[in-house]
């Protein structure tokens, strides 16, 4: 994910349709998903049978964790703001509730 990107954070649609002998997914947009579900079954080897469920728990799985940096990068500038509060003097705080808007509006 490419954050300058103007895409950056639209929503994508990714539909996964699970049979008894595999999983069917597609997407109308190019996503990582799959082949990181296929590298994740490739380190696990022959060591585990895995069942469709369990690849499309390792589908939902992915793009669950790709969205981790972005939480933690809203977590971090959340705490920053809530530091810069505690220590702001009266002539800094139009400067920081403008961050405070811009944090908002990611």
Not at 51 to 58: F, K, R, S, V
Not at 65 to 82: Q, Y
């Amino acid at each position: 994910m490419n954050k300058r990107s103007d895409d950056f954070l639209d929503p994508i649609h990714l539909y996964i349709i699970v049979c008894g002998d595999g999983v069917l997914s597609f997407s109308y947009t190019t996503n990582p998903h799959a082949k990181n579900v296929r590298k994740r079954i490739a380190k696990l080897g022959d060591f585990v049978s895995l069942g469709p469920d369990y690849i499309c728990y390792a589908m939902i799985d992915d793009i669950v964790d790709s969205f981790a940096p972005i939480i933690r990068d809203a977590e971090h500038e959340s705490e920053h703001i809530e530091d810069s509060v505690f220590v702001a003097r009266e002539d800094d705080l139009s400067a920081l509730l403008k961050q405070i808007g811009e944090c908002r509006k990611k």
